[in-house]
């Protein structure tokens, strides 16, 4: 509004006063004192340029309306915020929500299902499976008919920064479940519902400290004596070999990524990708696109040579639920998270004596991996060793009392 003005006496002083009247939210009479007039004319006339640019819109505006804009501006100046940032923010926020729509919507829960089918028809584990399931529902609370495109970042956000509060999580934790909610987007990304991978814009989590961890050679021995165990048990000879001493990564000899993508059995990893007669592997659809041909090392032709006789099913037949059957067998507690393959790649150092060669068969992925493995130190005699741990040594160690002692007290931990 445009002030009055008048002389007055201010503090027993000759001043022009503009008085603006009682404010309508502070409720308290606002004025403004000048020692002459020529600025408080300057001031009005300021006052009257401001009106004219924006006052006829502030003027139509409802009593109401100018409170409530008033009492918004107000939060926002408290909170250290302008409007412009908070209008950007808005149009942030309403423009990928318009990007994640979709012509089929789907819920929360329905794609959490549909990720749960996917695991489990790709064999993983039911243990892994379960848990991530429980843990993408936990999320779900509150939201589980909402559609998937319609679930904006400061949502996932709040909840892992919530979360790892509540369950003080580490950041080895944070990473791992930041995976499993990517996993889930990929998968609706597959299927149409979202246009681009929400949890792949959480912050990552950097600079964890990795246990440095690799099988030694009586453990190896072991593992594979329990894989020798039983007709049953004999049916992962091939995948498992083709970890500790093939480079694959586990979910490449599941053929994970083709099944999640849906493709035909036809691209599946299977027995027309092992060239036994050239001791060669080939690997079409792997985890980081860096596709190869591995070379296989004479102990791996014997493996794969047992296993393709034993008609090993290639992809594997519930390999994880047999691998936990081995690891009860022989009191093996923990599984290392590729570990097989983190075991073949230690000791192929070794033989290739070139850490180019080792990447070159185990995948672009490896290179960081083996800074850190390389400072294991393993002799090269160790190494070796990796190397003799074929189908002949593992059934004369079955013979031994070494062997029997390590079932008989497997057996007397799970009692």
């Known amino acids: 509004m445009i002030p009055t003005k008048s002389h007055v006496l201010n503090h027993g002083k000759p001043a022009v006063c503009l008085d603006f009247g009682i404010d309508s939210t502070t409720h308290k009479r606002r004025r403004l004192f000048f020692p002459d007039d020529k600025l408080a004319n300057a001031e009005l006339s300021a006052i009257r340029k401001r009106i004219r640019q924006g006052g006829e ?64 028809a790709a064999n ?16 779900g609370e509150g939201r589980l008919r909402k559609n998937m495109h319609e679930i904006i970042l400061d949502e996932l956000e709040g909840w892992f920064t919530k979360m790892t509060k509540e369950e003080e ?4 934790r944070i990473q791992t479940y930041q995976l499993v ?17 929400l949890a792949d ?16 050679n009586a453990t190896t021995m072991n593992i594979m004596a329990g894989v020798m165990h039983s007709k049953l048990t004999q049916q992962i000879i091939a995948p498992v070999s083709l970890g500790f001493f093939g480079c694959m990564r ?19 990893f299977g027995w027309r990708d092992i060239d036994l007669k050239h001791a060669l592997c080939k690997v079409r659809i792997t985890k980081t696109g860096d596709e190869r041909t591995i070379r296989l090392q004479p102990c791996a032709v014997e493996w794969l040579m047992l296993g393709k006789e034993l008609k090993n099913p290639l ?25 097989l393959r983190k075991n073949c790649a230690t000791h192929l150092r070794q033989v290739y004596k070139k850490d180019f060669e080792v990447v070159s068969d185990c995948g672009n992925s490896i290179k960081v991996l083996l800074k850190h493995y390389a400072a294991l130190h393993i002799p090269e005699v160790v190494s070796l060793e990796h190397w003799k741990i074929t189908p002949d040594a593992v059934t004369k160690y079955m013979k031994t009392d070494a062997w029997k002692k390590v079932l008989e007290d497997a057996a007397a931990k799970a009692a």
Request: net charge negative; aromatic share 10%.
């Open 201 to 216: 814009r959480l912050e990552p989590i950097k600079n964890i400290v990795v246990p440095v961890r690799i099988y030694d």
């Open 181 to 197: 909610f990517s996993s889930l987007w990929s998968v609706c990304m597959d299927k149409g519902w979202v246009t681009f991978n």
């Open 124 to 139: 993983t584990g039911e243990r892994y499976v379960d848990s991530s399931t429980a843990l993408l529902l936990k999320f």
């Open 315 to 339: 992809p594997p037949v519930n390999e994880r639920r047999l691998i936990d059957s081995v690891c009860d067998l022989i009191g093996l507690d923990e599984w290392i998270r590729d570990g």
């Open 250 to 268: 586990p979910e490449e000899v599941t053929s994970e990524k083709a099944k999640a993508k849906g493709l035909p059995e036809s691209e599946y």
């Open 57 to 120: 819109w502030w003027a139509s505006l409802k009593e109401e309306e100018r409170l409530s804009i008033a009492a918004v501006v107000r939060e926002m100046k408290s909170a250290g915020l302008v409007l412009s940032e908070v209008w950007a923010e808005f149009k942030r926020l309403r423009a990928e929500v318009k990007a994640q729509s979709t012509t089929t919507p789907c819920a929360y829960e329905d794609a959490v299902a549909e990720w749960n089918r996917r695991k489990l």
């Open 169 to 172: 999580w580490g950041p080895s």
